[in-house]
């Protein structure tokens, strides 16, 4: 007679995993998992269940399980995902090939080196009241910029935008996520500063193609796209490229007429 233990493993269904193991030093390689599934479980109960039963020492990064710190960003299947938010019944293909995210340095297996977003943050000259406290602002105001603010900052934009992943140009443009916060601050009703020089150089806007990849990827379902870097980029194209609105600007903050500067602001919020 078969004793239960026999019986359980014989009902228990097994799914086909693929992660890709290495570090800075050495090159990726994908190893293969033979995991239990449990209706309902997402890809990083399946990480997780590789690193406590087959491999100790896989490294992945993860903390809340809720979708809401962008720890766990990697790749499923080549597309950039959050391992909490991705079911595994709806991972789209057999076997699950999970592997860190393409853009950034890789540290080790599933975890990469994603510093250059916090420095790139270091930049961006923050919040500047247009008065003390408190503020009144006509709701459609608030609606405009408290999208850019559901941001969790897991970079899964950073990654997929093909400025960063493919080309590597992370010293001529700051990437979708500081599209976001540059947004959230330029449409603050509230907000005094005036960042359209960064924006237009530093922050290389003009290197976006809009083709909505970062949108895509999104896992707060922010419309980075249309209402942040295309509502940057007429600004940046009203101010730079044209000629009236280029030469009614340079009138206003000439510095040999102040009193005209004090009058009237160019860049008053929209």
Not at 25 to 33: G, P
Not at 215 to 244: F, S
């Amino acid at each position: 007679m078969e004793d239960s233990s026999t019986q359980t493993e014989s009902k228990t269904e097994w799914i086909d995993m693929r992660i890709m193991r290495g570090d800075k030093d050495t090159k990726l390689t994908s190893k293969s998992y033979q995991v239990p599934y449990v209706p309902g479980m997402v890809v990083l109960d399946a990480v997780r269940w590789v690193q406590e039963h087959k491999d100790a020492d896989l490294a992945v990064r993860w903390n809340c399980k809720a979708a809401h710190c962008g720890s766990c960003a990697a790749e499923i299947n080549g597309m950039p995902r959050l391992l909490c938010k991705t079911r595994m019944d709806n991972s789209g293909s057999n076997p699950v090939t999970v592997s860190p995210m393409k853009a950034f340095p890789l540290i080790k297996d599933l975890v990469t080196d994603v510093s250059w977003n916090y420095e790139v943050a270091k930049t961006i000259p923050p919040f500047e009241p247009a008065h003390d406290g408190p503020f009144v602002m006509y709701q459609h105001d608030i609606e405009r910029v408290k999208e850019f603010h559901r941001c969790i900052e897991c970079f899964l934009c950073q990654d997929t935008c093909h400025v960063l992943r493919e080309h590597q140009e992370f010293g001529k443009y700051y990437g979708p996520r500081f599209m976001v916060l540059l947004a959230s601050y330029e449409m603050h009703p509230m907000d005094k500063g005036d960042r359209l020089s960064l924006i237009h150089e530093e922050a290389g806007i003009g290197m976006c193609n809009v083709s909505k990849c970062c949108t895509e990827v999104c896992p707060q379902g922010i419309r980075i796209t249309d209402n942040a870097i295309i509502p940057l980029k007429e600004r940046v194209a009203d101010r730079y490229y044209d000629p009236l609105k280029k030469w009614l600007h340079n009138r206003l903050h000439n510095p040999t007429r102040p009193h005209l500067a004090k009058k009237t602001h160019y860049d008053a919020k929209k």
